[in-house]
């Protein structure tokens, strides 16, 4: 009797384990599909025809994929053009950030001079100003300067760093080992070639992970391009998907097409680039 207790006292031990192990994942599949559910039932209502679009009897996958749809899409926007608009507002902006927002951080956290630790909480404040707050005084400032209706305020902001951006740097930077730093220093290496040649390539992780985050945001922006452009050929992806919803005229199969091609991109890039996005939000000082 005691061998079979003792062997049945294991089994539901092991069965607890195993139940332990298996209850995380079952919770995470079931959140997975909740987010992945709308990005299916984009691709496939822009694989249906009209009338299955609306048909309560047609099920969730389309019966014939109706691969015209993104060809008729191509045929009535200018995906090309939007793309290329897309594609300026977009890594320019990045190259921006990754221009300034290192070089910031760096005079912040690894240059001793006075006024440092004053100007970094300012930084900081400034992340507490909603973007609202201030799009009447900078279109003022972009209007008199005669730049509205160019890609220039979408562009050149981003040349001077972001608050969030350097604070991640400025986390990151703040837990490298000063020995590397005095020893460039001692071998005469000026302040540019220790960022440049030393930091730079110790902050791989969260440069790219700033430059994941900057290009996205700039890829899904539909509010500043809506503000300051104007014309049909310099309109960005965001904003021809958002008038491509008028004229498409309740065609919900088409509006799914375009959004699936508007999406991919992004998709494709976080896919590929994920893994560094999250070693850098890990080991940015957010820990």
């Not at 509205?148 to 760093?161: D, E, K, S």
């Not at 930077?173 to 440049?196: F, H, N, V």
Request: one cysteine or more.
């Amino acid at each position: 009797m005691n061998n079979t207790t003792t062997a049945n006292h294991l089994t539901a031990l092991k069965v607890k384990k195993v139940i332990k192990r298996t209850i995380p994942y079952i919770i995470i599949s079931i959140v997975a599909i909740v987010f992945v559910m709308p990005l299916l039932w984009m691709i496939n209502t822009s694989l249906k025809s009209s009338a299955e679009v609306f048909s309560t009897t047609s099920g969730f996958f389309p019966r014939v994929p109706q691969w015209d749809n993104y060809v008729k899409v191509f045929q009535r926007m200018r995906i090309g053009l939007y793309l290329k608009n897309t594609l300026i507002t977009s890594v320019l902006p990045t190259i921006g950030q990754l221009i300034s927002a290192p070089m910031t951080a760096y005079a912040i956290s690894l240059i001793n001079w006075k006024g440092k630790k004053i100007l970094f909480p300012i930084i900081l404040l400034t992340m507490m100003i909603p973007v609202q707050v201030t799009q009447v005084t900078l279109f003022g400032i972009w209007s008199k300067l005669n730049m509205v209706n160019t890609f220039t305020p979408l562009i050149l902001p981003a040349f001077f760093g972001e608050a969030y951006n350097i604070f991640l740097l400025r986390q990151f930077m703040m837990g490298l080992p000063k020995s590397l730093i005095e020893a460039a220093k001692i071998d005469g290496a000026s302040q540019t070639r220790i960022l440049y040649q030393i930091i730079y390539p110790l902050c791989k992780p969260v440069l790219i992970t700033i430059g994941l985050m900057t290009f996205m945001g700039a890829w899904n922006d539909l509010m500043t391009p809506l503000i300051y452009l104007f014309d049909s050929d310099k309109l960005t992806l965001a904003v021809a998907l958002q008038r491509f919803l008028t004229d498409a005229n309740k065609q919900w199969e088409l509006l799914m097409a375009a959004s699936t091609i508007f999406t991919a991109p992004i998709i494709v890039l976080f896919f590929f680039g994920q893994r560094y996005f999250i070693e850098g939000i890990v080991t940015s000082g957010l820990k």
